[in-house]
């Protein structure tokens, strides 16, 4: 069965520090990720995907992908208080597969 | 440009009831996903539909639960009879068919669904 593995949280990271926010999954077969931020009572916004091995950086955010070990992290450069919500990790075969996702990490940015 | 919206936003039945809710996607969008989140769970997928064929339903949870995409656009998803277990939030996403890599999902602001 396809799991996608996120600590819950919460995670609380000052103003202005680095969150790095991880997650792991089962399948050696997903081909692509994805994060998403979710606040409270609204739906999933997608925030930046990845798939080839490294990094990725979009504005304050660097997504990091390393297959050998399953593994993929998020980094939020700067935080801002705005960024407190939930992210969720998602992980997919490919293509226009559905997305297998993770219970998600609380972030808080303490101001 | 709208984004993917969902009907109703809540919905609150009692057991043994049925209830449809409907997602209109993105335009231009032939992917089509309805995803629900049960209390701590993660959010989990249903099925996914490319124009208005079923690509893929392997997470439809039994025959209670109808999902039709006719004409290839908004989709409903009915459940019938509804059961308490059936209590949570639907998402309903979209993504364009562009042939590329990777298919960015976008997903509506949810139905939360409450049997009682």
């Known amino acids: ?111 | 440009e709208a984004g993917v919206t969902q009907f109703p936003s809540h919905s609150v039945i009692e057991k043994g009831q049925t209830v449809t809710l409907r997602c209109d996607p993105i335009s231009g969008h032939d992917n089509l996903y309805w995803y629900r989140r049960v209390m701590g769970k993660e959010i989990k997928f249903l099925l996914h539909f490319v124009k208005e064929s079923k690509q893929d339903e392997s997470g439809m949870p039994n025959n209670r639960f109808l999902a039709e995409r006719t004409g290839g656009t908004y989709s409903t998803l009915k459940v019938q009879p509804a059961e308490l277990e059936d209590s949570g939030v639907y998402f309903c996403a979209s993504s364009q068919d562009d042939g590329t890599v990777t298919y960015e999902q976008y997903f509506g602001p949810g139905t939360r669904l409450t049997v009682t």
């Open chain 1, 1 to 111: 069965q396809k799991e996608v593995e996120q600590n819950s949280g919460p995670l609380s990271v000052p103003e202005g520090a680095i969150a790095s926010l991880n997650c792991t999954y089962s399948d050696r077969g997903s081909q692509s990720f994805f994060w998403y931020r979710q606040y409270s009572g609204k739906s999933p916004e997608l925030i930046m995907f990845i798939y080839s091995n490294g990094d990725k950086e979009d504005g304050r955010f660097t997504a990091q992908l390393n297959k050998a070990s399953q593994y993929v992290s998020l980094l939020i450069r700067d935080s801002q208080p705005s960024d407190s919500a939930t992210y969720l990790c998602a992980a997919t075969g490919g293509g226009a597969d559905g997305l297998t996702f993770g219970k998600g990490t609380h972030l808080i940015i303490q101001p």
